[in-house]
């Protein structure tokens, strides 16, 4: 057998496993961040619970200066905003928000699947542990999967940053 037809095999085989295995891998993720913040929920709840003031904490603006946010209703369930820029679209929506709890949302990136995510609050000590969840699917063939496994590393980063800098935010106003 020429060497040409083993390594053409061996493709085959190597292709045949990554098809193979993405039918097996779950194709859902979750990401997960945390913070504790010198602070009690509600004054944190003034900057998380109300889209006006995400812009005072958010790096999104930083990180593409072509962004362009519109809040269409900046507080409660149901709050929402949209944007669009250079790094795409979307949108977001509360479904639920309260002082003491944070905020559970969904978010819809460039007409992807909705993502479901939360920024809770919980007491610890004289401070407030802040975290941060995304779960999602992604619904592309073959390919999806490994894309799931993927993502804590791809938002896992941008949510510890956008946290660290609510912290800043919250702790510098008090």
Known sequence: MSKIRIAVYAIYVFVGLIVGFSFILPNNY???????????PNEIHEYVGNLDNWSDWTLW?????SLKIAVLKPTGVGANQRWGGD????????????TWYGVDYDLIVDN????????LYSLDGNMTRVEWFMRGKVNIPIAGPYMALMMDGMLGSMLQDN????????????
């Open 30 to 40: 979750s990401v997960y961040r945390g913070v504790i913040v010198d602070a009690q």
């Open 163 to 174: 946290l660290d800098n609510l912290k800043r935010v919250v702790e510098s106003a008090n």
């Open 112 to 119: 992807n699947p909705p993502m479901r995510a939360s920024i």
């Open 61 to 65: 603006q930083q990180q593409d200066p």
């Open 87 to 98: 790094s795409g679209t979307g949108s977001l929506t509360f479904i639920r928000e309260d």
